[in-house]
């Protein structure tokens, strides 16, 4: 393998960044789920100590007062996502029950004081989802019966009071198949709107041969055939279904290849995609990327953090400091860097917003929460 010689090799550079407000609690943390709103004047994050209090909190961005606080009933839940509503008019806060695995969900009314509308509980997974131009609720539940068929079922909830606005329920066999239509579920899209199958190919009396299999989107709401092709190339095809064992629930992500030499993009129809970060792609850990997907699909993105010993590094016999870049892919697979923070060998966690993203300064020893949470303008450390 070629490596840098010490002449050649570059030092990463690190620019001194203060933040434009930061929190540092003084008893308890902040836990990882946190949102902007859509137009990015206002942040939510979340203050408790797991125990006795669990607070949301909403601040004003730019003036950084505090707009309101939440408290939440049940400070043992564990916050699995929280967001604005797209109009701005509620606060979603998906929990987690770490007994059993489900999901809850509450729905806070921000126009007054708040106040608690409604809430579920016991579901497999809970998702903001775009559904015929709206933003809505999703609830899946899943149930094995004693032969070991999935019996699913998918409701819609309107924003505004978490009323039910349409539902739909699925057998999938023990052996992955459905009977209508007549698929091999390969996977379910985000809130179980739909699933990606295989259909077993025609055959094809004048050549005399079997056609190749055809990949369906089917929407289980509606109960229509969204999309179906024949995969050009089912080598690459595979690949990208064998990596989104990792992606549950995403309609696009980027992956590390299993060399840990190539990024990948993977579109929504499992076309494949080497990409390329503006950074050289040996400075970084290749196992520490994370990554966030928009609730409705259509924006991705990514942070990658820099070894201290890349090859670089190694060849100027001097470790570099780690720094966390975040960035934003789109469609066509074009990297943009958002901002780079040093780490202080910290693990983290981030959102971005609109002209600002949060930073997450992980407890050590602690698998959940941070000791800080700061916000920055886009463009930070660039």
């Known amino acids: 393998m070629l490596c840098a010689s010490p002449a050649t090799a570059q030092r990463i550079e690190f620019k001194t960044i203060t933040p434009q407000w930061s929190f540092k609690p003084s008893k308890g943390f902040v836990d990882d789920a946190m949102a902007f709103d ?20 909403i601040i004003g961005v730019g003036d950084w007062k505090q707009q309101l606080k939440i408290s939440v009933p049940g400070a043992t839940k564990v916050p699995a996502s ?9 606060l979603v806060f998906i929990w987690a029950d770490t007994r059993t695995g489900k999901q809850g969900v509450e729905l806070f009314d921000l126009s007054k004081g708040g106040k608690l509308i409604t809430s579920a509980k016991d579901a497999s997974t ?10 809505v609720l999703s609830v899946a539940k899943e149930r094995q019966d004693k032969r070991g068929n999935v019996r699913v079922s998918v409701s819609l909830h309107r924003l505004a009071d978490l009323k039910r606005i349409k539902r739909a329920k699925l057998k999938v066999g023990v052996d992955t198949r459905i009977k209508r239509p007549p698929l091999r579920v390969l996977y379910w899209e ?44 089912l080598v690459k095809w595979n690949r990208a279904i064998s990596f989104r064992n990792n992606h549950s629930g995403a309609n696009s992500f ?37 990554q966030r997907e928009s609730w409705d699909g259509n924006t ?16 100027r016999k001097k470790a570099d400091k780690e720094r966390a870049d975040i960035y934003h892919v789109d469609a066509s697979g074009k990297v943009k860097s958002i901002g780079r923070i040093f780490t202080g060998k910290r693990r983290f966690g981030w959102v971005v917003g609109k002209g600002r993203f949060a930073y997450l300064r992980k407890l050590k020893g602690f698998g959940r929460g941070g000791k800080s949470v700061e916000i920055h303008a886009i463009g930070a450390g660039l």
């Open 38 to 57: 859509v137009t990015g004047q206002r942040f939510a994050y979340i203050h408790t100590d797991s125990a006795t209090f669990l607070d949301v909190v």
């Open 82 to 90: 929280l967001a604005f509503s797209a109009d701005g008019s509620r």
């Open 126 to 135: 809970i998702a903001l989802v775009e559904y015929k131009g709206q933003q």
């Open 190 to 233: 985000r809130g179980h709107l739909s699933l990606v199958g295989v259909r077993k190919g025609k055959y094809d009396r004048k050549r005399d041969v079997r056609r190749p299999d055809v990949a369906i989107r089917w929407d289980i709401l509606e109960r229509k055939q969204l999309w179906a092709q024949e995969p050009k190339d």
């Open 254 to 290: 980027v992956h590390v290849g299993e060399s840990l030499k190539t990024l990948y993009l993977v579109d929504r129809n499992n076309q494949l995609k080497a990409i390329k970060t503006p950074v050289k792609w040996r400075l970084y850990e290749p196992r520490s990327l994370k």
């Open 300 to 315: 991705l993105y990514f942070s990658m953090t820099i070894d201290p010993v890349n090859p670089e590094a190694v060849a």
